[in-house]
C-alpha cells in the first residue's frame, strides 16, 4: 500500500481530546440533561445497516459517545439560514476516502453502497474501520438530530462511498500512505458513477501521472473536484495543486490559521478544520483536527450550490465558492488564506452576473506648457498688484485734494468757525379765545 508518492490523509483525531466533552477552545452550550436525552435517543436506532466484512477490519475503532453540543463550526457557518434556499438534495457526493459507516444514525438513508478499492474482491464502501471517511461525509450530510447540535451542511445531499485505505493513522502514529493506483481508481469510479462533488481529504507532495490522469477525467465528466492542502505546513500538495482543483485550508476558532495547514498558492479556500466535531464509525461523535476536515465544508458547499443551480458547470461553482467567501487576513489570494472563509449562505443566495464589466470611456491625456502657464501666472499676479497701485494712488491723490481746499478755506476766514444764516424772526400772534364753534344763523 505504501508508495513514493508521499499520499496521505490530511487530519487526525483532535489531540488530548477526552470523547464526548470539551477540547477546551468552546464551551458546553447544553445541559447535560440534553445529552443524556440525545444518546437514549440514538441508542434506540437501528443497528449499522452495512457492518464491516467479517476480517475487513484489523483494528477496528471502537463505538463513540453522543455529543450533545451545537460545535463551533456549525455556530460560525450557521447552515440553518441556507437551508430554506438549498439543502444540497438530489446531489451526489463521493468521499473518496476509507469508507463512510452507513448504519450512524445521523447518515441512515443517506449512504450509497459505494465500492471498495482498498480490498480484494466486491466489496461495497460503505463500512468504515478508522471514522476517518465517516467524519468526512458527517461534515457533508449528517441528518439533523433531535437533542444533538451537530449536523452536516448539505443534509439533503447523498453521499457515494468510496474506500481507498483502511485507517488514517499507522502503528507508529504517521499518516498511512496511500498507494495512487488505489486512489486513481477510486477517481475513475466515482466520476463515472454520477457524482457532482468529490471530496479527496488526502494530500502528497509528488505528481503522480494516474491520479493526475484521473482528476482530468472527474474534470471532463464536470465533477468539481475539492482538496485538502495537507498539514505539513509548506511545500507542494497534489492533488490540490492540480488545475481546477479546489484547494481548501483550515482555520482555528479564532478564526486564524491552523497549525500546520499548508501555505502556497494552492490554497484557494479555507474552512473550520481544528477542533471540529463529527460522526463517528459504530455511532457517536469525535473531535478532529486537519484540512482533511475543512475539505468537507466546502465540499457540502458546492453540493448546495449544484442543487440550487443546476445549470452551473463545476469551474462555475468553484468560482462562486471563491467570490462569496468572507475575506481573511491577507487580502483576496493569500498564501495563507486563499479568497477567504467558505460561506455558504452567500453561496448560494448572492447574485453574481456573468456579464463582462462594462468598459470605461477612454480617457485622453492632455498636454500642458508648464512654461506658458507660468507667464500667465506672473502677469496675472502684476496685473493684480497694478491694479492695487492704482486705486492706492487715486485714494491718496483724492485725499490731498480735499487737504488743500480745507487748507485754503481756512487761511481766508483765519481759522474762525463758518457761520450760519440767523433764522427769521417769530411773528407775534394774539391768544386765541377759547370758544364754541357757532352753528351757521347762530348770534
Request: glycine share 12%; aromatic share 4%.
Amino acid at each position: 500500500m505504501a508508495s513514493n508518492s508521499g499520499l496521505t490523509g490530511s487530519g487526525q483525531r483532535a489531540p488530548g481530546v477526552e470523547r464526548g466533552r470539551d477540547d477546551g477552545v468552546m464551551s458546553r452550550s447544553m445541559p447535560a440533561l440534553a445529552g443524556i436525552v440525545a444518546t437514549v435517543l440514538l441508542s434506540l436506532a437501528p443497528p449499522a445497516a452495512a457492518a464491516p466484512p467479517a476480517g475487513a477490519c484489523a483494528t477496528a475503532e471502537g463505538a463513540h459517545p453522543v455529543v450533545a453540543e451545537l460545535p463551533w463550526a456549525q455556530r460560525t457557518l450557521d447552515p440553518r439560514r441556507v437551508w430554506t434556499h438549498s439543502t444540497g438534495a438530489g446531489v451526489t457526493v463521493a468521499v473518496v476516502d476509507s469508507g463512510v459507516d452507513a448504519g450512524h444514525p445521523q447518515l441512515a438513508g443517506k449512504v450509497l453502497p459505494g465500492k471498495d478499492f482498498f480490498l480484494a474482491g466486491d466489496l461495497p464502501g460503505d463500512f468504515d474501520c478508522a471514522s476517518h471517511g465517516t467524519a468526512v461525509a458527517g461534515i457533508i450530510a449528517a441528518a439533523p438530530q433531535a437533542g444533538v447540535g451537530f449536523q452536516g451542511l448539505a443534509p439533503g445531499a447523498t453521499v457515494l462511498p468510496v474506500r481507498i485505505t483502511d485507517r488514517d493513522l499507522a502503528d507508529d502514529g504517521r499518516p498511512t500512505p496511500i498507494d495512487p493506483v488505489v486512489l486513481a481508481r477510486g477517481i475513475w469510479y466515482a466520476a463515472d458513477s454520477g457524482a457532482k462533488v468529490l471530496n479527496l481529504s488526502l494530500s502528497g507532495y509528488a505528481d503522480d501521472p494516474m491520479v493526475h490522469d484521473a482528476i482530468r477525467h472527474a474534470q471532463q465528466n464536470d465533477v468539481l473536484v475539492v482538496a485538502a492542502v495537507g498539514n505539513r505546513g509548506s511545500g507542494p500538495s497534489y492533488p490540490a495543486m492540480y488545475d481546477g482543483v479546489l484547494g481548501v485550508g483550515s482555520i482555528d476558532i479564532g478564526g486564524h490559521r491552523a497549525q500546520g495547514s499548508q501555505v502556497g498558492s494552492y490554497v484557494d479556500i479555507v474552512a473550520p478544520g481544528a477542533g471540529v466535531l463529527s460522526t463517528t464509525r459504530a455511532g457517536g461523535h469525535d473531535y478532529f483536527d486537519g484540512t482533511s476536515f475543512a475539505a468537507p465544508f466546502v465540499t457540502a458547499t458546492a453540493a448546495l450550490v449544484r442543487a440550487a443551480a443546476p445549470n452551473l458547470s463545476a469551474a462555475e461553482v468553484a468560482d462562486r465558492l471563491i467570490a462569496t467567501a468572507t475575506p481573511m487576513p491577507g487580502g483576496a489570494g493569500s498564501l495563507e488564506y486563499g479568497a477567504g472563509l467558505v460561506d455558504p449562505y452567500r453561496a448560494v443566495t448572492e447574485g453574481l452576473t456573468t456579464r463582462p464589466a462594462a468598459p470605461l470611456p477612454s480617457v485622453v491625456p492632455t498636454t500642458r506648457d508648464h512654461e506658458a502657464e507660468s507667464v500667465a501666472a506672473w502677469w496675472a499676479r502684476q496685473g493684480s498688484a497694478a491694479r492695487a497701485g492704482v486705486a492706492v494712488a487715486l485714494a491718496a491723490t483724492l485725499l490731498g485734494t480735499a487737504l488743500i481746499v480745507v487748507l485754503r478755506r481756512g487761511k481766508r476766514r483765519r481759522w474762525t468757525p463758518a457761520r450760519t444764516r440767523p433764522l427769521p424772526p417769530r411773528p407775534d400772534r394774539e391768544p386765541v379765545a377759547a370758544e364754541p364753534f357757532l352753528l351757521p344763523g347762530g348770534h
